[in-house]
């Protein structure tokens, strides 16, 4: 059964820091990009980050460049985003994602919430 679980979510102040953790469980996780996503309230779901299966390519929103880094534990099967210099804009539920060419898991979000 393919799991795909967020953690690290919560409330931080505007400047601060939080670090996003994905575990995942089901699938070969070397075969499969990683990206995250968030979606704000009333707005549609954006891209953030991704990583190749092997680490060697990441890339970000335009957005979060420069603030956030993508990285992954391959021998832990997690993927991370670290996010610093957090903005209001930011808040939002983030996704997991794991692509390849045949097949796309989604986790089920953590809540992000940074304050003025």
């Known amino acids: 059964q393919v799991q795909l679980v967020e953690s690290g979510g919560g409330l931080v102040q505007a400047g601060g820091s939080l670090r996003l953790s994905c575990a995942t469980s089901?699938?070969?996780?070397?075969?499969?990009?990683m990206k995250w996503y968030r979606q704000a309230p009333g707005k549609e779901r954006e891209f953030v980050a991704t990583?190749?299966?092997?680490?060697?390519?990441?890339n970000y929103a335009d957005s979060v460049k420069g603030r956030f880094t993508i990285s992954r534990d391959n021998l832990k099967n997690t993927v991370y985003l670290q996010m610093n210099s957090l903005r209001p804009e930011d808040t939002a539920v983030y996704y997991c994602?794991?692509?390849?060419?045949?097949?796309?898991?989604w986790g089920q979000g953590t809540q992000v919430t940074v304050s003025s």
């Open positions: 089901g699938f070969i996780f070397t075969y499969y990009t």
């Open positions: 990583i190749t299966g092997s680490a060697d390519y990441t």
């Open positions: 994602n794991a692509f390849s060419v045949s097949r796309t898991y």
